[in-house]
């Protein structure tokens, strides 16, 4: 079974400074879809990047990247100047389409604060 | 268009009564996914339905635990006899179809608190 692991509980930033939060995940499978959802204190899961695993260029959207290591099985998010707006709960999440399945698993998630 | 849409946001309910969890998926959706989040958890997988189907039910409790997606209306995940420990986050998710380049719209969740 796929797992995903994201070793920071906790992670803090000062404001327009970058950080980068960890997800590592284990599969068998030669293709999938990586994510990083952001989840607000309004609980709202909102969609932040994705990554398609037989992309080797790593996707970008805005300030937020990625660093996908395939043969680590490493999908890492970067966000560049950070925002107070940026402060959630984030999530890896990683799918493939098992038995035609679209179903998410999802790491236990890494809290981000954003220090002004 | 609007979005997922879940209701209520909030439920309050005593142990040994049911909970009724109601997802409205985005318009032209017809894949509906409920996940269960616990205080300090992630997400969990918990079924996979398409109208009238359900596909995959995996990570549902074998007891006490039913979803359906009718033809008509929005997608109901039921817990009867409710307990202290199905207290969590519930969220559904909407997608179009085939999961070929695209990807799934999570509701704003429901929190569930059993008393």
């Known amino acids: 079974a796929q797992t995903v692991t994201q070793s920071q509980p906790e992670m803090s930033v000062q404001e327009a400074e970058t950080v980068t939060l960890s997800c590592t995940y284990d599969?068998?499978?030669?293709?999938?879809?990586l994510f990083w959802y952001k989840q607000p204190p309004s609980r709202q899961m909102i969609l932040v990047i994705r990554?398609?695993?037989?992309?080797?260029q790593n996707a970008t959207e805005n300030r937020f990247s990625v660093n996908f290591q395939k043969a680590a099985k490493s999908f890492s998010l970067k966000i560049s100047d950070s925002q107070l707006g940026d402060a959630a709960m984030y999530f890896c999440?990683?799918?493939?389409?098992?038995?035609?399945?679209?179903?998410?698993?999802f790491g236990k998630g890494t809290k981000l604060t954003v220090n002004p | 268009n609007a979005g997922v849409m879940q209701n209520p946001r909030h439920l309050v309910r005593r142990r040994g009564q049911e909970a009724r969890l109601r997802c409205s998926p985005m318009k032209g959706h017809s894949h509906v996914y409920w996940y269960r989040q616990l205080p300090e958890e992630g997400l969990k997988f918990m079924v996979y339905?398409?109208?009238?189907?359900?596909?995959?039910e995996s990570g549902m409790p074998k007891e006490r635990f039913s979803a359906e997606f009718p033809k008509e209306g929005p997608s109901i995940l039921r817990i009867q006899q409710v307990v202290r420990g199905d207290s969590a986050a519930y969220f559904c998710?909407?997608?179009?179809?085939?999961?070929?380049?695209?990807?799934?719209?999570f509701g704003q969740g429901t929190r569930l608190t059993v008393v």
């Open positions: 999440a990683y799918r493939t389409p098992q038995g035609g399945s679209e179903k998410l698993v």
């Open positions: 339905l398409q109208k009238e189907n359900i596909i995959d």
């Open positions: 998710a909407s997608s179009p179809g085939s999961w070929v380049n695209t990807e799934a719209f």
């Open positions: 599969t068998s499978e030669s293709d999938y879809y």
């Open positions: 990554q398609e695993a037989y992309k080797q």
